[in-house]
């Protein structure tokens, strides 16, 4: 039985200006509390609507991507917050015509370059992000993650030729 499995995870950079955000909207929920002490029913819901989307605004600014691939199929979910998963993109290594380097001129063989792209990588400087090329119904798309070691060696056991450096 030659099964293959990995997971990874990567946290995406929160932008500068979302952190500022974040803080306005706190100073907003502190003073509309400061309201509903001095005006009843207004401040109270100035301070419940600041203080969910102070809420949401926390959540949705940090994101981390988990990378799940088992047995030639490849899931990659989006964590908000540490709290709540999605979803983000799900197929198999058949539909997947090649993974390489997102910054290889070999991507241009396979139409990546006016391909759709999902960005699921951190967004770091520096970091080693890896494009996979799918071909689906509509057209092509272009995925870019951060695979491990681990994961790039998985898809080399399922498909070497797929695969390149």
């Not at 974040?22 to 002490?37: E, N, P, Q, R």
Request: aromatic share 10%; with cysteine; glycine share 6%.
């Amino acid at each position: 039985m030659n099964e293959s499995y990995a997971e990874c995870l990567v946290r995406r950079r929160i932008p500068f200006y979302s952190n500022i955000l974040v803080i306005v909207m706190g100073v907003v929920t502190a003073v509309c509390v400061l309201l509903a002490f001095i005006t009843n029913i207004i401040g109270l819901v100035l301070a419940l609507v600041s203080g969910f989307c102070f809420y949401l605004l926390n959540r949705n600014s940090r994101v981390e991507f988990e990378y799940l691939y088992v047995e030639k199929i490849l899931s990659i979910d989006k964590i908000f917050g540490k709290s709540k998963r999605k979803k983000a993109w799900e197929g198999k290594m058949e539909d997947i015509q090649v993974i390489a380097p997102a910054e290889s001129h070999a991507l241009n063989d396979y139409g990546a370059s006016n391909a759709k792209v999902l960005d699921f990588s951190s967004r770091l400087p520096g970091a080693k992000v890896y494009a996979a090329v799918v071909r689906n119904g509509s057209g092509t798309l272009k995925i870019l993650f951060e695979p491990d070691e681990k994961m790039l060696q998985c898809f080399r056991q399922t498909a070497p030729r797929k695969v390149l450096q």
